[in-house]
């Protein structure tokens, strides 16, 4: 899930913000939520499904919580310095999803607490 969040949630989370925006087709839509669901959900119920035999119970309230990473993590690779406008989020540009200059030092004070906002998620499950 982690491999697959880190190689699509930067181009779901930029295209939903363009489809809602105009900017993309509706049918659209369809590959960013089966991109996005088969990341955030599908793909671990599978696992569990294959591995104990039987859905897992907590298959609703998973969607919830892995897409509430799957965004964050997509806000945090989107992040971008540019020149005139500052720090910014790379997919409200034209030339996106074309990387610009790495400035991570200029977005690094944006990046901290999305950071540490999944870091406190990730050790609450592991101390609970």
Do not use: C
Request: hydrophobic letters at 55%; proline letters at 5%; aromatic letters at 24%.
């Amino acid at each position: 899930m982690s491999l697959m969040t880190f190689l699509g949630a930067p181009w779901a989370i930029g295209s939903a913000y363009r489809l809602a925006t105009r900017k993309l087709p509706l049918k659209q839509a369809l590959v960013i939520f089966v991109v996005w669901m088969f990341t955030a959900s599908w793909s671990y119920d599978l696992y569990i499904f294959f591995r104990d035999g039987h859905y897992p119970v907590a298959w609703f309230s998973n969607i919830f919580a892995s897409s509430f990473l799957y965004v964050t993590a997509g806000l945090l690779w989107n992040l971008d310095w540019n020149q005139g406008k500052g720090v910014i989020f790379s997919f409200r540009e034209k030339t996106w999803p074309y990387p610009s200059p790495a400035a991570f030092g200029k977005i690094i004070w944006f990046a901290l607490p999305l950071m540490a906002l999944v870091t406190t998620m990730i050790i609450y499950f592991f101390f609970k």
